[in-house]
């Protein structure tokens, strides 16, 4: 019985397997990596999926800057790729791929300014028509800082259907003006079948690796922007509100609550440090200073309550005044709902709303 | 495969074999008028079981279709009753045929694709459309009631062939796989990018996508061993996408296309 199936297996597939046809040309458009002098660099650049960031020294020149991109295989770039241009506004360039079905328009902009200290998230734009992110800007009104979320994730769960579904969205009354709005969803059935059953709002300074995402949770967090400022503590209002059943994956686990969480840390980077993330945010030997809510200040509060965290620097901490200048120093600011969110822990519905945070430096 | 629809499977057999039976009765009781008697002997029967050998798949295969990585066509069985009308007396050159078949038709397949069109629907409604790359591995196992309908021709005494349609009506379905190691961009190939590597899966389930009916053409030949015993190849290729035509998951039309080969034995 066997050998007939064999036999028949073998005829039948036959003359499928010739008919794999010739490769089509590839219909991706995008920017795969992004060099510049690395003297000028203050921190690799940031590459989104529509959206170049390069973060570089004060003193730079941007009037005419060359950034060389290397593209999916056989795209093409328009202006191309090391063509001199002016950087002191953003750049627009067009990516066609090699089948020369898809397009891509990428904003590439050159960022000297560093990040202020103050967060006020009044500026927000929805991306993809999709969801909301949080973003930064200079004197010159020029985007400097994307805030940094899980959002794009939670759209490969198909349940959000406008941004006001997703974890991290706006919150048209903040304490003033706008604030953020962090709520712990579940991720429904596709959320399940890729073991992610709940997603925590979260915000944080840095960038989300959507690629790593499903692959490496945690490594997908990469934490911290160059600052030029020292801080000594963080502060800001927050209102919160608990969900009602807490769950530890799929589990239920009724006699535990749910709580936010929020920190900051101050770190430097090396050629081998770069950002820190999910796995090493809180003990990395470049880490200098940490600020973390303490426990028993994560109440819940249907009022703006506001908190006061100092910065706990290590011992041996020495600030180096030119590597502050060069931005070799980063800090990074994260919120969320549930404090165990990203082992899929907390309770949904669990709510955080904050706004008007600051850090305060020398 | 689930209790109830054991049950169901079990039932419709139980059916056929009754129905074979009272075949068996009605002929053993033979017949007063000589008219019916002439018809009545030129009505031929048979039961056939056998396996069937086969896939579904898209024809010609699409450019995102870039590798065949393994193909299993699982152990399928069938089951059949049929009656022959010989024309022409007792020359029996040509003849029509109509059976009930009871079958299963399945396949597992993985594949490698690269940006290949889907939209993954989850139960309450979720929807995530994209274009992936990367492995896909489907798994299909139905069972169909079959109404094959065909024109016979005994060439000899040895060998005889047939041409025809069926139709099929699914009973059990299930069509099912996940898609691993590869990359999903969201909405279209510039979408936001998502990588799955080793363990990370999304698994799918479209077997509430299938068609209830289903139809095709047939061809067949058959080696008469003896009077009662022989062997039979029959080639099935379905004509309408075993998908409904709303699911748009899946861009190419699926095809059933498979080989039924066994043993028949004539009364």
Same mark, same amino acid.
């Given at each position: ?9 073998v005829?039948f ?11 089509l ?10 060099s510049?002098?690395?003297?000028i ?12 960031q390069i ?8 009037t005419?800057?060359?950034p ?5 295989p056989g ?20 990516v ?5 079905q ?18 006020s998230?009044?500026?927000v ?9 949080f ?10 800082m994307d805030?940094?979320? /899980?959002?794009?994730? #939670?759209?490969?769960?198909? %349940? ?6 997703? !974890?991290?969205? $706006? ?20 959320g ?9 709002g979260?915000i ?25 400022f020292?801080?000594y ?12 059943l ?5 589990v ?21 440090l770069?950002?820190?993330d /999910?796995?090493?945010? #809180?003990?990395?030997?470049? %880490? ?6 303490? !426990?028993?200040? $994560? ?15 290590k ?6 005044e030119k590597k502050l ?18 082992t899929?822990?907390?309770?949904e519905?669990s ?5 008007e945070i ?5 | 495969?689930n ?9 419709l ?9 009272n ?15 002439l ?22 295969f699409p450019?995102?279709i870039?590798e ?5 066509p699982r ?39 690269k ?11 979720e929807?995530?459309a994209?274009?992936?790359t ?12 079959t109404?094959?309908i ?10 005889g ?12 379905k299930?069509f099912?796989g ?13 979408g936001?990018?998502?990588?799955f ?8 389930d ?16 058959n ?10 190849s ?27 080969v ?6």
């Open positions: 019985m066997k050998y007939i199936l064999l036999f028949f297996t005829l597939c036959l003359p499928f397997m010739s008919c794999i046809k010739d490769e040309p590839n219909a991706e458009a995008d920017i795969l990596s992004c510049v002098d690395s003297m660099l203050k921190k690799d650049p940031i590459i989104q999926n529509e959206r170049v973060f570089v020294k004060s003193f730079v020149d941007l005419s800057q060359a060389v991109f290397t593209l999916s795209a093409t770039i328009y202006p191309q790729s090391g063509t001199p241009l002016n950087f002191t506004k953003p750049q627009l360039y067009i066609t791929s090699e089948d020369g898809s397009q891509k328009t990428y904003e590439v902009s050159y960022i000297s300014s560093a990040v202020g200290s103050k967060y998230f009044e500026h734009r929805t991306e993809n028509s999709k969801y909301d992110i973003y930064e800007i200079d004197d010159d009104n020029q985007n400097i805030w940094a979320s /899980g959002n794009a994730g #939670f759209s490969l769960t198909g %349940i959000a259907s406008k941004p006001d579904d997703y !974890p991290t969205a $706006r919150l048209l009354n903040g304490k003033e003006g706008q604030g953020v709005r962090l709520v712990t969803r579940l991720t429904g059935a596709l399940a079948t890729m073991g992610k059953p709940l997603a925590a979260n944080f300074m840095g960038e989300f690796d959507l690629g790593t995402s499903i692959t490496a949770p945690l490594k997908s967090l990469r934490l911290g922007m160059p600052v030029d020292v801080p503590a963080f502060r800001g209002f927050f209102k919160y509100k608990a969900g009602e807490f769950k530890e994956g799929n239920e686990k009724p006699d535990r609550k749910d709580s936010w969480d929020c920190y900051a840390i101050f770190f430097e980077t090396d050629s081998t770069k950002h820190l /999910g796995t090493n945010r #809180f003990t990395h030997d470049n %880490i200098l200073a940490i600020a973390r809510i303490l !426990p028993e200040d $994560r109440i819940e509060s249907g009022e703006w309550s506001s908190f006061h965290i100092p910065f706990v620097f011992d041996n901490a020495i600030i180096d200048k060069d931005g070799k120093y980063s800090l990074t600011l994260v919120f969320t709902s549930s404090i165990d969110g990203d899929f822990a907390g309770a519905g709510t955080l709303l904050i706004d600051e850090i305060i430096h020398e | 495969m209790k109830t629809d054991k049950m169901v499977k079990l039932n057999f139980a059916i056929l074999f009754l129905l074979l039976g075949i068996g009765n009605s002929m053993a009781q033979g017949s007063v008028i000589d008219d019916y008697k018809h009545q002997d030129s009505i031929v029967y048979q039961i056939r079981t056998g396996i069937n050998i086969g896939g579904f798949s898209p024809l010609p450019a995102e870039r065949i990585k393994g193909f299993n152990l399928n069985f069938s089951v059949e009753g049929s009656a022959t009308y010989w024309i022409g007396g007792e020359k029996r050159l040509w003849g029509v045929k109509a059976g009930i078949k009871l079958e299963n038709k399945g396949m597992k397949t993985d594949s490698k694709v940006n290949y069109s889907m939209e993954i629907l989850g139960d309450n409604g929807r995530v994209g274009n992936w990367g492995g896909v591995s489907t798994q299909v196992v139905n069972s169909y009631i109404i094959p065909a024109v016979t021709y005994a060439m000899n005494e040895n060998w062939f047939s041409l025809g349609t069926f139709c099929s009506l699914i009973l059990e299930d099912s996940y898609v691993y190691d590869g990359y999903l961009r969201e909405g279209g190939p510039t936001n990018k998502v990588e590597r080793e363990d990370n899966i999304a698994t799918y479209f077997s509430n996508e299938l068609r209830k009916f289903t139809y095709g053409i047939e061809i067949g030949s080696w008469n061993a003896s009077r009662h015993l022989n062997v039979f029959n080639l099935s290729w379905g004509l309408n996408d075993v998908f409904k035509s709303d699911f748009k998951t899946i861009t190419f039309a699926m095809k059933p296309i498979y080989l039924n066994g043993f028949g034995y004539v009364f």
